[in-house]
């Protein structure tokens, strides 16, 4: 099993800065990427970066140029910055990996509990 450590989370006024770290522990082989979701009341369950072993990195259309995504390969860790935030930014974060695990095949993917950001003034 994995375990998926968030912190970071809490209440920003519009136009501030929030940074979220995760930490992944437990029977892990290999992590093949790691990243962020979110889901906001009454809302699916969306992409906000995700950073692979290669360190590509992908991003969900409306936090391209203000958040950014990190790792610390060695801590198993993958943080993620957040400026100007705004209240559609307003969501439950959910960090994820996709790891492997010695003799079993496959890659599998486990989720964080969530920290909650809000965005409110």
């Known amino acids: 099993q994995v375990q998926l450590v968030e912190s970071g989370g809490g209440l920003v006024q519009p136009g501030g800065s929030l940074r979220l770290s995760c930490a992944a522990s437990?029977?892990?082989?290999?992590?093949?990427?790691m990243g962020w979701y979110r889901q906001a009341p009454g809302k699916q369950r969306e992409l906000v970066a995700r950073?692979?072993?290669?360190?590509?990195?992908n991003y969900g259309d409306s936090v391209k140029g203000r958040f950014t995504i990190s790792r610390d390969s060695a801590k198993n860790m993958v943080y993620l910055q957040m400026n100007s935030l705004e209240p559609e930014d307003t969501a439950v974060y959910y960090c994820?990996?996709?790891?492997?695990?010695?003799?079993?095949?496959?890659?599998?993917?486990?989720w964080g509990q969530g920290t909650q950001v809000t965005v409110s003034s």
């Open positions: 950073i692979t072993s290669g360190g590509s990195t």
């Open positions: 437990g029977s892990i082989f290999s992590i093949t990427a």
């Open positions: 994820r990996t996709e790891v492997s695990h010695l003799r079993v095949t496959g890659i599998h993917g486990y």
